[in-house]
């Protein structure tokens, strides 16, 4: 199972991305997944997760992303997306995707089988 992270790039303050995550190597499809970022000397922060309920999708955002950024899954639950609006210079980071086929913990990094390389996204 490999997941592949696209999008990524340099913005300038103000500006959009919209990452994308792609699992390959498995059909089924992943109950939860989630955008994680990291930058040098610090730990990986969870920024998104989407993650299935009996009752429908269900999201968590970290603080400093609420409003900007929207996590999004597709129909057959083996990609994600991450739209990411009024970027600003904090938001630089190597942003990777996670994927749990059963469950995971919103938030974490608990419950996650598969992890991206990463996508770099710069803003200045």
């Known amino acids: 199972v490999q997941l592949v992270e696209s999008g990524g790039g340099s913005v300038q303050t103000g500006g959009s991305l919209r990452l994308s995550c792609v699992v390959s190597g498995n059909q089924r499809s992943m109950n939860c997944m989630a955008w994680f970022r990291q930058v040098p000397g610090k730990e990986r922060e969870a920024v998104a997760t989407?993650?299935?309920?009996?009752?429908?999708?269900?999201?968590y955002y970290t603080d400093p992303v609420k409003g900007r950024f929207t996590i999004t899954q597709n129909d057959t639950k083996n990609t994600a997306y991450l739209q990411m609006n009024s970027l600003k210079p904090e938001d630089t980071a190597m942003y990777s995707c996670?994927?749990?086929?059963?469950?995971?913990?919103?938030?974490?990094?608990?419950?996650?089988?598969?992890w991206g390389r990463g996508t770099q996204v710069t803003v200045s």
């Open positions: 996670a994927a749990a086929q059963y469950g995971c913990v919103a938030g974490t990094r608990n419950g996650f089988d598969y």
């Open positions: 989407i993650y299935n309920w009996s009752g429908g999708p269900r999201t």
